[in-house]
């Protein structure tokens, strides 16, 4: 039996006071319609189809960025759920069997979606409906039931004061028989208090329909305002947390901690307060990361230490020391055993083994090798304010106090460089370059303000 999947993301969503689409704004700042996509990703649909609309170039652009075959269909008015997923008619005559999905729900799992195929399967409904039951069940759709038998989805604004009661509430999460569905479709009217084309009349409409009650209440969440939004993210957050600790990973606090839910991080890591940690970042063992670090995107040996440190795509390897306040920007790789002191930056450069970056130092597009040490405010002057160009500096070089680069340019192995100097030129291996003009001394001199007195 083929699947297929209908990913429901053209709203404009007008509570959320946006100037994007709804499904583009972030839970741990990835798009929740990212966070659907994943999921749909993970569990092997044969076709994934995502219906756009209110500013369907951003969410276009959003799926640029992402790997996989996607298809994409526009819904030009937003007329409803029921004709947006019209729109993917194409998709869902293609496949034995349609999932469809909503673009704000971002935790609906893996799990909730293969229970409820197999549950869609066996019943032989035409139409299974993921619910689960909330405390608050406010602004959802309610599952309406005679006896056993489920009939029919009611919207909170059609509800009478008792079906306002129900708890069990609609996930907007369906599995359809393709055909069902096709069939379904053009019989929905918008008779009903938003004047829309509902996708839940569906249930009526093709009359044999199952539900499938989650055992995880959260895969109904959506965020409709900012408010929600927020309720999301916290939730989200803690979810985070508890997954690392569950793999060993130590706080001592969760205060002003965020971390992405793709992040990956070892056993026996700390991380402490105000500590972002997001994207594809990989964090090892035995490290202890924060306060106040921000890492983005990154991958981070064993053993390392990071304390009050930016980072955005560089690589650090294991038993690495940085911080605190230094600040590592994109193409960085540091190599094992560095360390990196304060107010240092480095740029698209690669740090060998043993190097010793101490303090107030700026390298960018360079080459360092093994057991370099920099002295304190040392250059590389990668810029001539059209081109960059790049530094080399040997194994065990020594680069002294206040050294300026003017790149391009070498620095050979074990060589040194004197405090002060502009090297401009290439530094064969074990000399010393010093480019500073002599010390001049003038005995007897008297300050100023003592001549004026006299
Ligand atoms: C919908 C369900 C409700 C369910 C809830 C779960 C209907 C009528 N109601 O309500 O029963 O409890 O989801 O979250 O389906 N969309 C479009 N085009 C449109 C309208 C919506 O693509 O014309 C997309 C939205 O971007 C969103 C999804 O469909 O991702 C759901 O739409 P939304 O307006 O949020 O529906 P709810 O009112 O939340
Ligand atoms: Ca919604």
């Known amino acids: 039996m083929s699947i297929g999947c209908v990913i429901l993301a053209g709203g404009e969503g007008k509570r959320m006071m946006s100037e994007r689409p709804k499904v583009l704004c972030g839970v741990l700042k990835k798009p929740m319609l990212g966070w659907v996509l994943d999921t749909a990703m993970s569990f092997g649909f044969d076709e994934i189809g995502v219906v756009t609309g209110y500013k369907s170039e951003l969410t276009e652009e959003y799926l640029q960025t992402r790997s996989g075959n996607i298809s994409t269909f526009y819904q030009e008015k937003r007329l409803g759920t029921g004709d947006a997923v019209k729109q993917a008619l194409e998709l869902i005559s293609g496949v034995d069997c349609v999932c469809v999905l909503c673009g704000d729900a971002p935790f609906i799992d893996k799990e909730t979606l293969r229970g409820s195929l197999e549950f869609h399967k066996s019943s032989g409904a035409g139409v299974t409906v993921i619910t689960a039951k909330l405390d608050d069940p406010t602004g959802y759709g309610r599952i309406i039931r005679d006896g056993d038998r489920f009939t029919a989805i009611r919207e909170q604004k059609d509800c009478s004061p008792e079906e306002a009661k129900i708890c069990e509430v609609n996930s907007g999460a369906y599995w359809f028989n393709s055909k069902a569905l096709i069939s379904a479709l053009p019989k929905l009217t918008t008779n ?125 390897e294991d038993n690495v020391k940085i911080g605190p306040f230094a600040q590592l920007r994109p193409g960085t790789t540091i190599r094992k055993g560095v360390k990196i002191g304060d107010f240092v ?64 340019v070498k620095i050979g192995e074990n060589a040194t460089t004197g405090a002060g100097s502009t090297i401009t030129r290439e530094v064969p291996p074990n000399s010393l370059a010093v480019e500073r003009s002599q010390t001049r001394i003038i005995e007897n001199w008297q300050k100023n303000f003592k001549r004026k007195k006299k």
């Open 192 to 316: 009903n208090a938003n004047g829309e084309f509902y996708l839940t009349d569906c249930v009526q409409i093709i009359g044999s329909a199952a539900a499938f009650t989650s055992e995880n209440p959260d895969i109904v969440l959506g965020a409709n305002t900012r408010r929600g939004l927020l309720e999301l993210n916290e939730k989200a957050r803690q979810k985070v947390f508890e997954r690392l600790m569950d793999e060993g990973v130590s706080f001592i606090t969760t205060d002003g901690i965020i971390i992405g839910a793709d992040v990956k991080i070892g056993c026996d890591t700390l991380i402490l307060p105000n500590t972002v940690i997001l994207g594809k970042t990989k964090i090892g063992k035995g490290c202890e990361i924060g306060a106040n670090s921000h890492i983005e995107d990154c991958v981070i040996g064993d053993n390392v230490t990071l304390d009050n440190v930016k980072a955005c795509e560089a690589v650090i």
């Open 345 to 408: 930056e480095i740029k698209n450069s690669d740090i060998g083994e043993n190097t010793a970056v101490a303090h107030l130092t700026y390298l960018g597009d360079s080459d360092v090798g093994r057991g370099v040490n920099f002295g304190c405010g040392c250059v590389t002057a990668n810029y001539d304010g059209v081109n960059k160009f790049r530094t080399e500096i040997g194994d065990h070089a020594f680069i002294g106090c206040n050294t300026n680069l003017i790149a391009p």
